[in-house]
């Protein structure tokens, strides 16, 4: 069993940068590939970032890629998701997962999730 919890979301202007945390806690976390989606309203909950075991691999989705970053911290149990360049798009409630496999794009990969955490962005 792994939690997750996340931080760092809030509101912001076009533009502005943000970092997002997920403090796990539970199994060892550096067993579990990580994820970041993200869920606007009305819409299905799309990948936005993942990480390996190891952190030595990333995946992003096209539309954050060059903005954001997915980064691990297997000391410290944590995962991050800097936003740079936001955009009104980027408005969602944003989810930390965690997988068993090495590294998943997929969203039914995901087992563990977090509780999310709110980013708004203005134009």
């Known amino acids: 069993q792994v939690q997750l919890v996340e931080s760092g979301g809030g509101l912001v202007q076009a533009g502005d940068s943000l970092r997002l945390s997920c403090a796990a806690s539970?199994?060892?976390?550096?067993?579990?590939?990580m994820g970041w989606f993200r869920q606007a309203p009305g819409k299905e909950r799309e990948f936005v970032a993942a990480?390996?075991?190891?952190?030595?691999?990333?995946d992003y989705a096209d539309s954050v890629k060059g903005r954001f970053t997915i980064s691990r911290d297997n000391a410290r149990n944590t995962v991050a998701l800097q936003m740079n360049s936001l955009k009104p798009e980027d408005t969602a409630v944003y989810y930390c997962?965690?997988?068993?496999?090495?590294?998943?794009?997929?969203?039914?990969?995901?087992?563990?999730w977090g509780q999310g955490t709110q980013v708004t962005v203005s134009s």
């Open positions: 990480i390996s075991w190891s952190g030595d691999s990333m």
């Open positions: 539970g199994r060892t976390f550096n067993n579990y590939g």
């Open positions: 997962a965690a997988t068993t496999l090495w590294q998943s794009t997929l969203l039914k990969d995901y087992y563990y």
